[in-house]
Structures are given as C-alpha cells and as structure tokens.
C-alpha cells in the first residue's frame, strides 16, 4: 500500500465520506458509469475557475486523479508513449516514463490520428497503461518504475488492432481485465500473470480489436462482467471468465464502440450507423426487448431514473426511457461528434470534443441546458474526470484543470 492510496484514504474518513481508494480511477470513473458523488455543481459554468494546465503530446486517454497527482498518457512524435504524474495542485510534473511505441490506422480512419487512445486504470498502486501496439505496463503510481510488461500479440501469437489498443482496462478484486488478444483477458493486477482467457476468435479488420470498455454489474444474484465486443455482447462469469451469454448486436463495419450501461435486469447499447437495442438479461440467456431508430456513434451514455441521456451520431442529444425505448426529447442543436458525460445527483456535466462544457438539469421531459462555457480551444475527446470541485479536461494536445468557486 503506498504513500497516494494512504493520503486518500486517510482524507476520505476525516472528511466522512468512506474509504476510495481514488478520485477518478479509470474510464468513466470509480464504477465505469459516469457517476460522480459530491456537492451539486453551481449553476453558472462561469465559476469554474482555472487552475492550471499542461502542453502534452497527442491522445486520446482521459486524466486519472489519485490523492496528490494527476497521470495523463501522450504519444511523442509516433515514436513512442510516454505517461506523466503531475501534481494535482500546481500541475508540476512529478515523473514521467517512456517507451518506443507506434501504430498506424487504416487509412479510412486517419482524421482521427495514430496515437495513443485507451484510457488507463490505477488501483491505488499502480497504473496500466496500453499502448498502440496491444502493449499492457504497469507502472508504480509513486516513482514511475515499470512493474511489469506484457506484450499481447507476443504473449498469444495474435495481431496488434488495426485501430490499436482502444478499449479501456478495468480494475475488478484485484484483476486487471482487458480486451486485448482478439479475446477477454484477467491478468493478475500485482504480478501480470494470466489469470485466464476467453472470448478468443479468429478475427478479420472488421472484427480484430475492442472498442468498447468491459464492466461489471448485478444482475439477478451475481455479478456479469459484461463485454461489448465489435459483433456480440457478452455476460461472463469475471472470477473465471465462463461465457454465461452471447447475443450478435447489429453493426456498421463492426463499429461497436460505446461502453453500454445496464439498467434494471437489462444492458442498453447503441451502435453506429444501426440502432439503439435493450436487452434483457436471464441466468445463461439474453432476449431483444426493445430496438429505437436514434444510434449513438462513440459517446457512451449515461443512466439516471431510468432514462439514458446520450449523443447521437448526428450530434444531437437525446433523452431515451429505458423502460419502453421512447424518445422523450431530442436537441435541435448538434454538440459535435463525442461527448463524454458525467452525472451528479440530478445534473448531467457533458464536455463536446470541440471544447465546450455543457451543464444540463437531468430532465426528462426535454433538454434544460442550464449554462455553457467554452473550455478550450483545442479538441477535446479525452473523457471527462470529475473529483469532487475539480474539473480535468484533456485535450489533444494538453490538459487543463479547472475547479468550481462556491
């Protein structure tokens, strides 16, 4: 246990909040929804006062914050990545570490760039952190000293992705699982070593790869680690990774590329180019409830009393009720094409990829857009991280850090 997961844990029972043993560990935070727990946020954008920022090489990985630092992940000139530790409070840099790494997309895909993409995990301490090539390093959360190394394609006599490593780790009892290898993989978080491995397919440019992130849930009376592969969503039993379930989800070119969220007995998904599907969930089987025209692109969405608040490959956004498929509203306005969104009680905190900030009231009943402000200049596709009054935006080429004045 180090020094960072000591602080926080000793500041979280001062303060009376319970023991985390992070601010926002990993993609889309503590559990992988977008919640965030805290005091409302002020009504006017404008009382996000700046902190500090930082010029980074290209990427697309959300910031994690943990106690003191704040770790962010770049890629040098396409010759390699390289992950920094800067200080939460000034945004100094505290360490940083490299290593010879590159990837080419497909040509079709070059707009969105070569670089560095997957969002890291951190439990406390240590990061991982995957890079282009389908390369997995765990890093000391303190020093930057490498931990261990593990090198999919290598490990398993597969192919490096097409689009590289983009699907996103996740910390679950002491596991790492990740979509890596063409298949679902638990390696043991301290000591890298493989736990087991499922889900494992020939695969083709169409199939090769993961966009979406794996979570986990509760549903009926044990937990699914749930899989959105580019073809199929998956239920597996995370301690042995025994498919319980596997449905085909219609897709464009494979392009299943948010991370769905559950509700109820169900899992709601939504793939470019297709349709939005709910699936309801049984022991070992899986059944179509409810399909809605609306189709997400990359933006994952966001659950609060039973309704999905999401953004649609067209730009707009949309409030769907999870317990029929109705689309309750949808905006006039195009915000782009991503958002990553975060709620809080009954507000919903959505940042555009073009660097505007966006604080909607969680309504219904239709789009109440309470204020917005523009961050930043550059793009912004980095989630969004929220930890407790602060604010961290990644943007292409930097980040900033910002914090609610009250």
């Not at 926080?8 to 560990?25: H, K, N, Q, R």
């Not at 390093?137 to 020093?143: I, P, Y």
């Amino acid at each position: 246990m180090n020094r960072i997961f000591v602080l926080t844990l000793v500041l979280a029972i001062l303060l009376g909040s319970g023991p985390v043993f992070a601010d926002w560990p990993q993609w889309r935070g503590p559990d992988r929804d977008g919640h965030s727990s805290g005091e409302a946020w002020p009504a006017d954008l404008e009382t996000l006062q700046p902190l500090w920022s930082a010029e980074l090489g290209k990427g697309y990985p959300g910031p994690i914050v943990a106690g003191d630092r704040v770790f962010v992940v770049e890629s040098l000139k396409d010759e390699s990545v390289q992950v920094r530790a800067l200080a939460r409070k000034s945004g100094e840099e505290l360490w940083s570490h490299a290593w010879d790494s590159s990837g080419k997309v497909p040509f079709f895909a070059a707009a969105n760039g070569d670089w560095v993409r997957a969002t890291p995990a951190y439990d406390g301490e240590r990061l991982f952190v995957g890079d282009m090539q389908e390369v997995l390093v765990a890093l000391d959360g303190e020093t930057g000293a490498v931990q261990w190394t593990l090198n999919f394609p290598e490990k398993f006599g597969t192919k490096v992705p097409d689009f590289g490593f983009a699907s996103s780790p996740m910390l679950l009892d002491g596991a790492l699982i990740v979509q890596a290898a063409d298949s679902v993989v638990s390696l043991d978080a301290e000591s890298g070593d493989v736990r087991w491995r499922s889900l494992a397919a020939e695969t083709d440019m169409m199939s090769r790869g993961a966009f979406s992130s794996p979570f986990v849930a509760k549903m009926g009376d044990r937990e699914v680690l749930l899989i959105q592969g580019r073809q199929q969503l998956n239920g597996l039993d995370p301690a042995t990774g025994k498919v319980l379930w596997s449905h085909t989800v219609p897709s464009f070119r494979g392009m299943n590329i948010l991370t769905p969220v559950v509700h109820g007995g169900g899992v709601f998904t939504s793939t470019y180019r297709q349709k939005s599907f709910f699936y309801e969930i049984g022991a070992d089987s899986v059944r179509e409830a409810w399909t809605l025209p609306a189709a997400a692109y990359m933006s994952s969405p966001v659950v609060l009393d039973g309704h999905a608040y999401m953004h649609l490959g067209n730009g707009r956004l949309a409030c769907i009720d999870l317990s029929n498929g109705k689309e309750t509203w949808r905006s006039s306005e195009s915000f782009g094409k991503y958002v990553s969104m975060v709620v809080r009680g009954n507000q919903v905190l959505a940042l555009t990829s073009e660097g505007e900030l966006l604080l909607i009231a969680a309504n219904p009943a239709e789009l109440e857009l309470v204020s917005r402000r523009e961050v930043s200049k550059d793009e912004t596709w980095g989630h969004l991280a929220v930890a407790g009054d602060e604010v961290y935006v990644r943007e292409l080429e930097g980040i900033r850090a910002f914090r609610f004045a009250r």
